[in-house]
């Protein structure tokens, strides 16, 4: 049987664009590998407890720190590549635009430490109120998550109009997941944080199935 691509896609993607397009592959693995090396080798982490930036305090903050850096930047140019391969297409301007914001913030969630206490690090009390550092990773992390969520529907909505039902139905599944991930996280559910980093992993890994997609075109 012969199967017609869609008139909406391109056929093929240049190797500058497969090139860019690795580096979302390539920081969504960095995240998950470096993020889930410390939970379980940091000493008085429970993720349960807490959430993965946490891991940016205490003497061995500096690489989770440095995780959402790399991270960010990988996202950042996996964005432009995504740019590159949905252009001209539904929802082929605002799938990389948001991708882009979720590369930004997840940059800037880098500096921007959410503070320590209630047990980790280890020996630390922690400091009453919110410092400079929390509340500009919050709105970092805020502005990530929310652009994740809508880049995996516009996404879906892409691949609906292109005829793929499987990437758009994987597309809206995932996005759905990580908002429920999201509020119920905030609504301090039990074990809100691991909700919150399972759920946050798959929208990610999603994104990161889309570009292999791409890649492959």
């Known amino acids: 049987m012969t199967v017609t691509a869609s008139p909406t896609i391109p056929t093929t993607h240049d190797a500058r664009t497969r090139t860019l397009l690795g580096g979302l592959v390539a920081g969504v693995a960095v995240f998950a590998v470096v993020s889930f090396a410390q939970v379980f080798t940091r000493a008085g982490f429970d993720l349960t407890r807490f959430p ?5 305090n205490g003497d061995l903050g500096w690489i989770q720190i440095t995780n959402f850096l790399v991270t960010g930047t990988l996202i950042i140019i996996g964005a432009i590549g995504l740019r590159r391969a ?3 297409t539904p929802g082929g301007t605002w799938a990389p635009r948001l991708m882009l914001v979720n590369g930004i913030g997840m940059f800037l969630a880098g500096p921007f430490v959410l503070q320590g206490g209630g047990g980790f690090p280890v020996g630390d009390p922690g400091v009453p109120g919110m410092t400079v550092g929390t509340i500009g990773h919050i709105f970092a992390g805020s502005f990530a998550f929310f652009a994740l969520i809508a880049a995996c529907y516009v996404t879906g909505r892409h691949y609906a109009r292109a005829g793929e039902r499987g990437m758009a139905l994987g ?3 995932c996005g759905t997941v990580f908002l429920v991930g999201d509020l119920y996280s905030l609504s301090g559910g039990y074990a ?3 909700v919150l980093a399972v759920t946050a992993l798959t929208a990610m890994t999603w994104m990161a199935v ?3 997609v791409e890649r492959r075109r």
């Open 86 to 88: 949905f252009r001209g």
């Open 171 to 173: 597309s809206r599944i």
């Open 192 to 194: 809100g944080s691991l």
């Open 52 to 56: 993965l930036s946490s891991l940016s």
């Open 210 to 212: 889309v570009a292999v």
